[in-house]
């Protein structure tokens, strides 16, 4: 996947200015998709050379002039192409997945503390991903528009969770190894 087709995927919902989309990354797509808002823009510039979007500008008084982003007819069969194809299973590239396969080269208390930290940063986004999902679909129902969305919360919530659960593995087997007692942990 390209970032012009996450960009395309954004448009398909609704036209959007940069900004815009920058926040449905920073809050939505970027949960599967990182990018910073540089690259944003810089794909934005691309897109509509090739003719995909195209830019209006709105004139807004007392503050710069925005340009929101539509789809063309180019752009949405760009994209409906692109969808068609098969996807790719996501590789796994971690460092801490190569220090633990290397485990008996290195200090032990710096990689149980990572892990501790990866333990938190996944229970915070399943918490996340549970009050999103409370907060869009409170009785689990999506309509047909919404139901990928509710899907990829779905699966990021599974995630989340069983990551969480291996690392609280990984803390306790590193916790046996290195006779350093195991933290206290709560369920995510």
């Not at 995927?9 to 990018?35: N, R």
């Not at 929101?68 to 994209?79: K, M, N, S």
């Not at 892990?115 to 991903?129: C, F, I, N, P, S």
Request: hydrophobic residues 40%; aromatic residues 8%; neutral net charge.
């Amino acid at each position: 996947m390209a970032l012009g087709d996450a960009i395309l995927a954004c448009l398909t919902e609704h036209p959007m200015t940069g900004y815009e989309l920058a926040k449905t990354f920073d809050s939505s797509i970027g949960f599967f998709w990182k990018t910073d808002h540089q690259q944003i823009y810089r794909e934005l510039s691309r897109l509509r050379d090739r003719g995909y979007i195209q830019g209006r500008e709105v004139v807004q008084t007392g503050k710069p002039n925005k340009l929101v982003y539509t789809l063309t007819p180019e752009g949405r069969a760009a994209f409906r192409h692109w969808a068609a194809r098969p996807s790719l299973p996501a590789s796994i590239k971690d460092d801490l997945l190569i220090r633990l396969y290397a485990l008996e080269a290195v200090d032990i208390a710096p990689l149980r503390a990572d892990l501790m930290a990866r333990l938190e940063h996944h229970r915070d986004r399943y918490e996340r991903y549970d009050r999103i999902v409370k907060k869009r679909f409170p009785d689990g129902v999506a309509s047909p528009a919404d139901m990928g969305k509710l899907l990829n919360l779905r699966i990021g919530l599974r995630h989340e969770q069983m990551v969480a659960e291996w690392c609280e593995e990984a803390i306790t087997a590193l916790s046996a190894i290195s006779g350093v007692p195991q933290p206290l942990a709560s369920d995510p």
